[in-house]
């Protein structure tokens, strides 16, 4: 059957973890990199076979009410997450000492740290997308260092082609990063840089589809899971 893992571009796979899957009770989860030996296909198609991952809804389904977990999968570039819902399942035996639970750990993915959280006051956990510590520090440094040094238009287009998208949390840090940089200008005496500078429309993506073409599923099959010498 197919079933759509491979995520085509960064924004895809980000949207497809937080909104598809963590905001629906996917906590639980393992990271990975595909070594760069290995061909990418069948090692996807391996873990949708150890995991039986690759099935219905309806299935998934059942397998809620009987109290089971459900376990997706996805991949973008050599990257992957395994991610599972509370519930029985072989994933738990089988990544026992790697599991993580991401309203504790979150997932550190190209610069962003997808979490989450409680809403304030308490209350139902939501996906939390934001801009890692550390790229939020190289950011500052970059942009707060260059605030009087760099001119106004290379200031306005550093900001508009930051490549994160912005989720609440993003949003938060990148007024935070433009209200350091209006100050450091403002001493200075510098133009400030309007609030019109920052982004902040995300665009949703079709995560699983390169721009301008068909869909990409993986074509899974048992037979696809092994290989002489596994």
């Known amino acids: ?3 759509q893992c491979v995520a085509t571009s960064r924004a895809g796979f980000i949207q497809q973890l937080a909104v598809g899957y963590v905001t629906n009770g ?3 989860y393992v990271t990975g990199v595909i070594p760069s030996n290995k061909p990418v296909a069948k090692a996807d198609c391996k873990i949708l076979a150890a995991y039986d991952i690759a099935v ?10 009987a109290g089971q977990a459900n376990v997706q999968y996805l991949r973008h570039g050599r990257f992957y997450v395994i991610i ?6 072989a994933f738990f035996a089988a ?3 790697r599991v993580r639970d991401i309203r504790r750990t979150p997932i550190l993915f190209m610069g962003y740290s997808i979490g989450c959280r409680r809403e304030h006051g308490g209350g139902e956990y939501h996906a939390s997308v934001r801009i890692n510590r550390d790229t939020m520090h190289e950011l500052k440094h970059k942009l707060v260092g260059n605030a009087t040094q760099a001119d106004w238009c290379n200031l306005y287009r550093a900001f508009q082609t930051l490549p994160f998208e912005p989720y609440a949390p993003v949003r938060n840090q990148l007024r935070g990063l433009l209200r350091a940089v209006n100050r450091a200008r403002a001493i200075a005496g510098l133009e400030l ?8 429309q995300r665009s949703p993506v079709r995560p699983f589809e390169a ?6 599923p993986v074509r899974f099959s048992p037979a696809d899971a092994t290989e002489p010498g596994d």
Do not use: D, I, N, Q
């Open 1 to 3: 059957m197919s079933y």
């Open 26 to 28: 996917y906590y639980f």
């Open 56 to 65: 219905s809804k309806w299935t998934r389904a059942r397998r809620k009410r």
């Open 84 to 89: 599972a819902t509370h519930g029985v399942h």
């Open 95 to 97: 990544e026992a000492k």
């Open 193 to 200: 840089l309007p609030r019109t500078t920052l982004r902040l």
């Open 211 to 216: 721009e301008g073409s068909e869909k990409l």
